[in-house]
């Protein structure tokens, strides 16, 4: 296992083939899951790319600290671990909230984006009233109380079979998170709006979404793709908010198609 110190947070993170001669992908989760959610991805990726993953804080083994969260929170964890490992520039990956702090690294940091996969998110997610209805649902009740519900946004109904053990795992993962975590995690979401900023962005992006996406719809999605100069937008079947798993093999292949049209990378 690999942890990093930034600030007074402890960092879980892994690489993978980072021996500085193949493009760099930086993983960033999703909202109540840990990096694990990346493996089937990188499986059908292969040894065409190197790999940056980690767990945002409150999330798998990094540490929880002071809640709640921001975006730039996030953003200065990923800054102090590509630091670490002397990556200058890669491309960055963001699920959901992950897709939140790509897009504010991107702004922060362009300099160490060369392509953007947005996935699943947008610019401006809810509106603070659900986001504080969610945050006190958690502290009252738990995450566990919460699963079902959240399983129905993320996946769909095909997916949530009960004898299909990728889908229970997935309930796992989420009713283990920290809930502490979870609900400063959720005021990260509810505080963020880069409306205004992706009109801005002059790096490669794809934009992609899940047909049957219950927490950011395929008309959420296009209309970020269409704020952002020259992007791409990818809709991938049969899927829901997590196509890592619930689809990782048109999920990949979607991605895998947009990076090797890009010639600089």
């Keep these: 296992m690999q942890f990093l110190m930034s600030g007074s947070q402890t960092i ?4 993978v083939g980072l021996d500085g001669k193949r493009p760099v992908i930086v993983f960033i989760n999703s909202l109540g899951t840990d990096f694990r959610i990346w493996e089937q991805v990188m499986a059908e990726l292969g040894d065409s790319y190197a790999y940056v993953l980690h767990d945002k804080r409150g999330h798998g083994l990094s540490d929880t600290g002071n809640t709640p969260y921001s975006i730039d929170d996030y953003v200065d964890d990923i800054e102090a671990l590509l630091a670490h490992l ?8 963001g699920l ?6 790509a897009q504010r690294l991107c702004d922060r940091r362009s300099d160490l984006v060369s392509a953007l996969v947005l996935s699943n998110t947008a610019h401006k997610i809810g509106t603070p009233a659900m986001w504080n209805d969610r945050i006190a649902k958690v502290e009252q009740d738990g995450l566990f109380a919460m699963v079902d519900g959240v399983m129905e946004r993320w996946f769909t109904p095909a997916f949530r079979s009960p004898d299909n053990a990728a889908y229970l795992g997935a309930k796992n993962m989420l009713a283990r998170q920290d809930a502490r975590g979870y609900a400063g995690s959720c005021a990260a979401i509810r505080d963020a709006d880069y409306t205004q900023v992706v009109a801005a962005f002059d790096v490669p992006t794809l934009c992609v979404a899940g047909d049957g996406d219950g927490s950011t719809p395929p008309e959420l999605v296009a209309t970020l793709s269409s704020l952002i100069p020259g992007s791409r937008l990818e809709i991938i079947e049969g899927c829901g908010h997590i196509p890592c798993v619930e689809q990782p093999c048109a999920y990949a292949a979607a991605v895998h198609t947009f990076l090797k049209s890009l010639p600089e990378l």
């Design 12 to 15: 879980h993170y892994k690489t």
């Design 86 to 93: 002397s990556v200058r520039r890669a491309i960055i990956w």
């Design 96 to 101: 959901s909230i992950g897709g939140l702090i």
